[in-house]
């Protein structure tokens, strides 16, 4: 909302440098976004009168202008079409700022002569002022202009933009804007004197107003004059008009948005032969109707949309825009003026629904009272009749079904201090009140009975007041205090518990952690790892991001493609985030998950060497290093085609070399390379992708924080090696299963693994360093050895292992 | 015999002056003065000389293999020092030569900034609870006093979640963490002291300072006598210790739906000290966070007593934080992932 110091202080006394008041407006609610000022960089340049014109002797299409400034005169040369006698210009003196009507630049006016003539200033064009673009002529100001006075004193004016909170339709408009100034700077209010002869007929004669709706439209003012003179409107308006941002049109529709600024009541004008049988029928628009509205868009309405209909059809979108059959325009005689008030969320629902955001539906969306269509609708055709001429009708005629008592709240200095926490005295709080249009009956010591004015909507309860007082006196006021009282008892959320420590445990296992969008587009959720029921956002701002992920994967694999592309050592990514699956019926299932993928050399190059690439195992180390700090003793089994998973996770990963992660029977994650068919899906360079993923809560049912101390063994510990020949197949974890269900071994270490020569096909040559300890004794090599024989004739009968010789 | 012993003596000198590392020095001592070495082989002779001879001999034997065996046992120290500062510089290196790379983690930004704004409110006995980023519309916005067609709603931009059609309520991402205000309440009685954060969502375009999803952190405290003062103390002590205690912060009103009064914290500008720039949009001051006394409607919906208790909410955004700290212009790089960009932090 732009609010013009001029135009406000018709309402006000500025008491305050606009810059201080523009900070008192800000801190008690009404943002003040700038300051605009127009006529700033005016110097030197002041109103003058074409006095005579001749033509120039070395140029046809040059004039020499003679203007006359008051106390004296000065002759340019121009080469403007719309030099005329008699016209009042905007002249500038050598030395004024102007802008270059070519270059936009601004520049300094310097003494010239052109084709011999010397000039003594310049008559100049809205563009040289800086005030539009138009630049085809002089700016020809209004015949009422005063002659030798500054343009800026005349022109000049100060534009305050404010950003208005929604509860606040009040505040749309300059006389709301002067009750927020009166309370702040402690000034009265000036309302407009409304008056206008009533010299037309009985209003009743000529039109009629029924409302079939009353829910949703609380009350329809209508006034009526005939013989109006249709043509622009008068230059103070038009200038008002345009420092608030509005074009102006005629000085019909000028006049209704002047009000609108004005009051904050939408108005709007009909061209009265237009509206069928002078009869306004406001009514639910039957299903299929059609108007076509003034910004010549043909709509189809709906039985959810209000509309201003005649005795046929409707003629307006009530509250939104008018129709275009009914206009204003240049031919017009006879006008038919609304003023009404229409149910907010109906207004919003209508707009909403057509795309179609008008200053009157801004207005009546956010609630503005009732009570305010009357004097709008008086004071507009005050304006008309003053400044269209013509007759009003006699009367108004004023359908108001929606009428409700004035809202009382009681207020006492005791609920003050309970919310603010000060002392406010009763004195000070009427003051404040009062200042803001409230009535105030004090009913007691520290009681006091609070009427709310008509326009202000928004205070309905003891709180809206409190705030009142707290933001006019402002928030500095209020002291700063600590909290104290009770603390509430302290609950822990072990999954978020569990997840934090996992994610200080990733970053000191060298993984750089990242966050991707929860959503993401359909193709990139079927590349890989897609699980069941996701779901759909209903107005996604893009294809990008339609869906919400069901694996931490795609995004993972896609910054990890992205990063590769410039980075030459290998990546470690991880995130910590949700998965959303849909729920049965509730709201979906949001599950935390640990995700992690590591890519490329293991070491950085150096001068120190090479190590090697990530694989698999760099995986598992890191999930075997976070299990170790949890307490967890997982197993890992090969991803099996009748797994639970589905066929996309199982498809997305290297089927050899792939691993669920499994606690105590259950499934709590998933471990390996990608199949290599992704790095083309994700555009991956060509190397291994190893990763993992951990459901954490699932995981938290297996986490054991409760360490019990074991004694370190007084006695010395002894180590033997076995050289095993085995099946290939037998997985390693079988052995040390075995291995370490003997009581004296306290570790089993896998040294080596052989294939190849010197081993039968199909079998595999493992070294196992066995270490064995007693908590009681030193161990005798006849112990060791005799715990040894029993261990490999076990694997001998368990898995067919033989030492190899 | 005498003449031979000095010979003997200028011989093993010289010798010895010869050494050039223990290992010849062992030779050497075997060679002079060993069991089979040229002095004992003297002393042997000792047998068939005169008592007179011998004693004259001997002392001076003695005396020889004595000033011998002291010189032995400096020459050790010395060529041991020197074969101890040869392998020193041998063993010498270039320490401008990198180290063993060490894998160093890190935390994104946001996540620093979430846990460092969370420890300051813990240590204020807040507790940090999360909520669903999936909600309906009735804790997102029906309870927190914003009802259907409210103008409010403006103020959110939402997603909507495709829903089946025989599903009534209506289904979002949450547009801020406030509807964890309604979830707590629901299931605590007062006191209540929590922050939450987490991931919100806004259907809007996204550019340089705007975001289809960002993180937030909501903050509630209800009991009996909490006042506006409480809300402006606590949040200065919180910005004081984010931003450092030089700070001047600013308390305007400003409206959401689900409080009243309405509050708008800013700090001064840390850049041009309340002068006005770049930073803070030339007013002098940056927004920080909205907050308010929590709305008596929004009290009634979960049965709690306006009339007993009172307490304030603020909602405040996380990436703003870094971005100020850090002077980072555009938001989309902290989902970007960009390894360049997050290893700065």
């Known amino acids: ?805 | 015999m005498l003449e031979e012993l000095q010979e003997l003596k200028a011989d093993a000198t010289s010798a010895l002056e010869k050494t050039t590392n223990l290992r010849e020095l062992d030779e050497w001592r075997v060679q002079y003065l060993g069991r089979k070495g040229h002095l004992t082989s003297i002393l042997r002779r000792l047998g068939s000389m005169s008592f007179e001879e011998r004693r004259a001999v001997g002392a001076a034997a003695n005396e020889v293999k004595f000033e011998l065996e002291e010189a032995l046992r400096a020459r050790e120290g010395s060529l041991k020092e020197r074969e101890l500062a040869e392998s020193l510089e041998r063993t010498s290196i270039d320490v401008t030569l990198p180290g063993y790379p060490v894998a160093l983690g890190r935390l994104h930004p946001v996540t620093r900034a979430i846990k460092e704004i969370c420890e300051i409110f813990a240590s204020m006995g807040f507790q940090v609870v999360e909520g669903p980023e999936v909600e309906w519309d009735y804790y997102n916005f029906e309870a927190l006093n914003i009802p259907q067609d409210h103008p409010a709603r403006d103020m959110w931009d939402t997603f909507w979640i495709d829903t089946p059609e025989d599903e009534h309520q209506l289904m979002l991402l949450r547009t801020h963490t406030s509807p964890m205000q309604i979830r707590l309440m629901e299931q605590t009685r007062p006191p209540v002291r929590a922050v939450v954060p987490g991931k919100v969502y806004r259907y809007e375009a996204t550019d340089a300072t705007h975001e289809s999803m960002f993180h937030q952190i909501e903050g509630l405290a209800v009991d009996q006598g909490i006042t506006l003062g409480d809300l402006k103390g606590t949040l200065f002590e919180f910005a004081r210790r984010l931003f450092g205690s030089d700070r001047k912060v600013r308390f305007r009103c400003d409206y959401f739906p689900f409080v009243e009064p309405g509050v708008e914290m800013a700090i001064d500008c840390w850049i041009c000290r309340g002068a006005g720039c770049r930073l803070c949009g030339h007013s002098g001051w940056i927004e920080i966070l909205g907050a308010g006394m929590v709305h008596p409607e929004v009290l009634r919906r979960v049965n709690y007593d306006p009339d007993i208790y009172t307490g304030f909410a603020f909602g405040l955004g996380v990436e703003r934080i870094p971005m100020l700290r850090y002077g980072i212009d555009d938001i989309r790089l902290f989902f970007g992932n960009d390894l360049r960009f997050l290893r700065q932090f």
Not at chain 1, 64 to 86: S, Y
Not at chain 1, 301 to 312: E, N
Not at chain 1, 526 to 538: C, D, I, S, T, Y
Not at chain 1, 733 to 761: N, P, R, W
Request: charged share 25%.
């Open chain 1, 1 to 805: 909302m732009k609010v013009s110091s001029n135009w406000l202080r018709e309402y006000i006394d500025i008491t305050l440098p606009l810059k201080d008041l523009a900070h008192r407006l800000t801190m008690s609610g009404t943002e003040v976004d700038s300051i605009e000022v127009i006529g700033e960089a005016w110097k030197g340049i002041s109103i003058g009168e074409i006095v005579a014109v001749e033509p120039h002797p070395n140029a046809d299409r040059l004039k020499l202008v003679t203007i006359d400034l008051g106390k004296e005169q000065a002759t340019v040369v121009c080469g403007a079409p719309n030099v005329r006698i008699g016209e009042k210009v905007p002249f500038a003196r050598v030395g004024s700022q102007l802008v270059d009507s070519r270059t936009g630049q601004t520049f300094e006016l310097r003494p010239a002569t052109i084709r011999d003539v010397a000039s003594d200033g310049m008559a100049c064009s809205e563009k040289e002022l800086g005030i539009s673009e138009s630049h085809e002529g002089l700016m020809i100001l209004p015949p009422a202009a005063p002659v030798g006075v500054p343009l800026a004193d005349y022109l000049g004016d100060a534009v305050l933009d404010l950003e208005v909170t929604p509860n606040r339709p009040d505040c749309l408009s300059h006389i709301g804007i002067a009750w927020e100034v009166a309370a702040l700077t402690k000034r009265h209010v000036r309302l407009p004197a409304v008056q206008y002869p009533e010299e037309g007929p009985d209003i009743n004669s000529l039109i009629s107003v029924e409302i079939e709706d009353p829910a949703l439209c609380r009350r329809y003012c209508a006034s009526f004059i005939e013989g109006i003179q249709v043509g622009p409107s008068p230059a103070w308006m038009q200038q008002r008009l345009a420092a608030c941002g509005m074009r102006p049109i005629n000085n019909i529709v000028d006049i209704t948005n002047y009000v609108m600024l004005e009051y904050g009541q939408p108005l709007h004008a009909f061209d009265f032969p237009q509206v069928g049988d002078g009869k306004i029928v406001v009514r639910r628009a039957a299903h299929g109707e059609k108007l076509t509205t003034l910004d010549g868009v043909d709509r189809t309405l709906a039985p959810d949309m209000l509309a201003i209909a005649d005795s046929r059809i409707p003629i307006a979108l009530a509250g939104v825009m008018g129709g275009a059959d009914t206009e204003i325009i240049d031919i017009s005689r006879t006008v038919l003026l609304e003023s009404a008030n229409f149910q907010p969320a109906s207004i919003r629902r209508t707009s909403t629904i057509l795309k179609l955001r008008s200053e009157a539906s801004v207005r009546f969306e956010r609630g503005i009272s009732p009570d305010l269509a009357l004097p709008a609708i008086r004071r507009a055709t005050q304006l008309i009749v003053e400044l269209a001429g013509g007759k009003a009708a006699r009367g108004i005629v004023d359908v108001y079904p929606g009428q409700s008592e004035p809202c009382t709240i009681l207020l006492t200095c005791s609920a003050v201090r309970g919310l603010l926490g000060i002392d406010m005295k009763m004195e000070q709080m009427v003051d404040i009140l009062t200042s803001l249009g409230f009535g105030c009956e004090v009913t007691g010591v520290a009681e006091v009975k609070v009427t709310v004015p008509y326009w202000r909507m928004d205070v309905r309860q003891r709180v809206d007041l409190i705030e009142e007082l707290a933001r006019t006196v402002g928030y500095d006021f209020i002291p700063t205090t600590m909290l104290s009282g009770r603390l509430p008892g302290q609950v822990l959320n072990p999954v978020v518990n569990l997840r934090e420590r996992l994610r200080d445990m990733m970053v000191g296992c060298g993984f750089q952690e990242i966050i991707s969008y929860s959503l993401i587009s359909k193709d990139r959720l079927n590349k890989a790892f897609n699980e069941r029921g996701a779901l759909r956002v209903a107005n996604p701002l893009s294809a990008e991001q339609e869906y919400l992920r069901t694996s931490l994967f795609p995004s993972l694999l896609y910054h990890l493609a992205s990063n590769q592309r410039h980075e030459e050592a290998g990546i470690r990514l991880f995130e910590l985030g949700r998965i959303y699956m849909e729920g049965d019926g509730d709201l979906p299932e949001e599950r935390e998950m640990l995700n992690a993928v590591l890519s490329g050399s293991r070491s950085p190059l150096s001068w120190l060497g090479e190590k090697g690439e990530f694989d698999f195992f760099d995986a598992k180390g890191v999930v075997d290093t976070l299990f170790e700090r949890l307490g967890v003793a997982a197993q890992f089994r090969p991803v099996a085609h009748e797994s639970l998973h589905p066929s996309s996770v199982r498809d997305s990963l290297h089927p050899g070399r792939s691993a669920e992660i499994v606690i105590e029977g259950t499934v709590v994650g998933i471990l390996g390379e990608t199949h290599p068919r992704l790095c083309e899906v994700f555009d991956l360079a060509r190397q291994t992708v190893a990763l993992f993923e951990i459901d954490i809560e699932k995981l938290l049912r297996h986490v054991r924080d409760g360490r019990t101390y074991r004694p370190v063994s007084r006695f010395p510990a002894s180590s033997r090696d076995l050289a095993l020949v085995l099946s290939r197949t037998v997985p390693v974890s079988q052995v040390k299963d075995i291995i370490m269900s003997f009581q004296l071994v306290t570790d089993t270490v896998v040294f080596d693994i052989y294939v190849g020569e010197q081993i039968a096909s199909g079998k595999k040559s493992l070294a196992i360093r066995v270490t064995y300890q007693s908590p009681t004794h030193t161990l005798t090599d006849a112990e060791v050895e005799e715990v040894e024989k029993a261990v490999l004739a076990r694997l001998s009968e368990e898995l067919g292992a033989t030492l190899r010789s």
